[in-house]
């Protein structure tokens, strides 16, 4: 499955420490991730990753524009919902994208861990067959 994983600066951290708990999972899968998140998990995890430009450069909207190809199966974005951030936009759209999509959304740490979970668990294979695949 191909996973994104976003955060916002002060949720940085907490995305690093996540994804290091679960890596026997995400390494079974094709991950996708802004700029700087992308090379800190990177650098945290040596779990390959393909980086966009950085989120207000338009890396979310790169990886919005998978999910309108139907080519993103799963976002994790810990979203830092005290701080005002200047691409908000941008955010509202790649959220929008994954309800009119159906992509499975985890905003905040608890959602992300029931998400990967099921992941393990092989609850979310439904998403192969909306991409017309057979697994990934």
């Known amino acids: 499955m191909n996973i ?9 951290t907490d995305l690093i420490q996540f994804v290091t708990a679960y890596k026997s999972i995400f390494e079974k ?10 090379l800190k998990i990177q650098d945290a995890t040596s779990l390959p990753i393909t980086r966009f430009q950085s989120g207000p ?3 979310d ?22 701080t005002a951030q200047p691409h908000e936009p941008d955010v509202s759209a ?9 992509v ?8 992300a861990e029931i998400l990967v979970r099921s992941l393990e668990q092989g609850d979310l ?12």
Not at 61 to 82: C, H, S, T
Request: charged share 25%; net charge positive.
């Open 57 to 59: 450069l338009g890396g």
């Open 61 to 82: 909207q790169e990886i919005g524009a998978m999910i309108a190809k139907n080519n993103m199966d799963m976002v994790i974005f810990f979203r830092d919902p005290l």
């Open 4 to 12: 994104a994983l976003i955060a916002h600066d002060k949720k940085k």
């Open 104 to 111: 499975p959304l985890a905003t905040n740490m608890g959602t």
């Open 29 to 38: 899968h094709s991950l996708f991730a802004t700029g700087t998140t992308g």
């Open 94 to 102: 790649l959220i929008r994208l994954c309800d009119v999509y159906a």
């Open 125 to 136: 294979e439904w998403r192969n067959l909306v991409r017309g695949k057979e697994g990934d």
